[in-house]
Nanobody
Framework: QVQVVESGGGLVQPGGSLRLSCAAS????????MGWYRQAPGKQRELVAI???????IYGDSMEERFSISRHNAKNTVDLQMNSLKPDDTAVYYC???????????????WGQGTQVTVSS
C-alpha cells in the first residue's frame, strides 16, 4: 500500500511565507515525478510545480516567481517553499507522486489528501 501525505499548511498573512512538505511511503520501488497542485474554491485544480528525480522542474504559469520546489530522492519527499504570499494563493494544496510499486509494475499517480493554505490578514 502506498501513502502520500502533505503537511505544513495553515493561515498566513499576506506577504508571508509557508513551506509545505509531502512524503510518499509504503510499498515503493521507485518514485518518478513529484509535484504540487492547488485548487481554490470554485476553480479548477491547477499545476503549481513538479520536479523529476534528476532535479528538472516545471512550474505552472507565474508560479516560479514566488514558489520553489525541491525534493529528497532517498526519502521520497518533496517540499514547496512559498514566499510573498497573496490572498489569491488561498487554496487546498495537493501533492502528487508518480510511483512504481515493484519491478515491472506500471507507474501510477497517487494523490495526497490536501492541505489548506489560507492567506489573510
Amino acid at each position: 500500500q502506498v501513502q502520500v501525505v502533505e503537511s505544513g499548511g495553515g493561515l498566513v498573512q499576506p506577504g508571508g511565507s509557508l513551506r509545505l512538505s509531502c512524503a510518499a511511503s509504503g510499498s515503493i520501488f521507485m518514485v518518478d515525478r513529484m509535484g504540487w497542485y492547488r485548487q481554490a474554491p470554485g476553480k479548477q485544480r491547477e499545476l503549481v510545480a513538479i520536479i523529476m528525480p534528476n532535479g528538472r522542474m516545471i512550474y505552472g504559469d507565474s508560479m516560479e516567481e514566488r514558489f520553489s520546489i525541491s525534493r529528497h530522492n532517498a526519502k521520497n519527499t518533496v517540499d514547496l517553499q512559498m514566499n510573498s504570499l497573496k490572498p489569491d494563493d488561498t487554496a487546498v494544496y495537493y501533492c502528487k507522486a508518480q510511483i512504481t510499486r515493484y519491478l515491472f509494475d506500471e507507474a501510477q499517480d497517487y494523490w495526497g489528501q490536501g492541505t489548506q493554505v489560507t492567506v489573510s490578514s
